[in-house]
């Protein structure tokens, strides 16, 4: 009888070394190295999705300085999905969309104290307007080695609802107007509101871009593919520090794509004439 305890609890040893084992492997695939999305950094964060204040902001820089994270520039993180090397921990990339002036007076000041890299995606149509970044504005940032400037088209259209010329213009005349008042190459594309088809992004591909990022490509979209780079939305609920772990954890993805899969069991369940629970 001894013999058969000393037996069984080799074999639970086995079994559990097994099993952490597989379980380290499993995180380790689906971790993916978080691409922060920011659109406004102003003080209308408590009425805005859009908007992250320039405190909470600051807190969170200060949390990925203090807690040793590698801000990664996108072009890098576009070369690694390239590579299919193995996303490095505690590392994340940050984005902004649309060009709104205060990523310039708010974000830009932040980022250069933390000596944090940024993309910020501008609508070429929309610079200069009341409350977005002016061409000196986006000059000085370039110039400062911090930012990269990429495209968000011409006039923030929907994309995959364009006509194949129309896409063409968007995509390329964006670009070169950006590359001209910029005197610096413009790599990257962000697609308005994330929207986009095959087509499209062999568009993208065709009009010279290195990568485009969007927002959630659906499961049929490699995640390892620099044409669909997804992002995570940061917007004031990122003040609570907890949050913010989470959404630059590696995993929240995977565990979004696990809460949103497991409500369409449901709803196709609650359909067929089964029950939620």
């Known amino acids: 009888m001894p013999r058969l305890t000393t037996r069984f609890k080799a074999f639970f040893f086995i079994g559990i070394v097994a099993l952490t084992l597989a379980l380290a492997g499993y995180l380790d695939r689906a971790y993916q190295v978080p691409v922060l999305m920011y ?3 102003d003080a209308n964060s408590a009425t805005s999705r859009l908007s992250v204040s320039p405190e909470s902001f600051d807190r969170q820089l200060r949390f990925l300085s203090e807690h040793q994270y590698r801000v990664m520039p996108l072009s890098e993180y576009a070369e690694l999905l390239r590579s299919g090397r193995k996303h490095p921990k505690r590392t994340v990339v940050m984005t902004f969309d649309d060009g709104y002036a205060d990523n310039y007076t ?25 409350g977005m970044l002016t061409w000196p504005q986006m000059r000085e940032m370039v110039a400062g080695g911090l930012i990269d400037i990429g495209s968000h088209s011409l006039t923030h259209c929907d994309l995959a609802q364009a006509q194949p010329e129309e896409l063409r213009r968007q995509l390329v005349e964006s670009k070169q107007i950006l590359e001209t008042g910029l005197q610096d190459s413009v790599d990257f594309l962000c697609y308005p509101c994330g929207f986009f088809t095959q087509a499209v992004l062999e568009t993208v591909k065709a009009a010279g871009y290195k990568g485009a990022c969007a927002t959630h490509p659906g499961k049929e979209i490699s995640l390892q593919n620099e044409y669909a780079m997804r992002r995570i939305r940061i917007s004031g609920s990122a003040d609570n520090v907890w949050i913010f772990r989470a959404q630059i954890s590696g995993y929240y993805n995977f565990l979004k794509d696990h809460r949103v899969n497991t409500k369409r069991v449901r709803r196709s369940s609650a359909a067929a004439g089964g029950t939620e629970e």
């Open 39 to 41: 659109h406004h950094i």
């Open 106 to 130: 708010a974000a830009f000041p932040l980022l250069k104290k933390y000596e944090f890299p940024g993309t910020v995606f501008v609508v070429v149509d929309w610079i200069g307007s009341p």
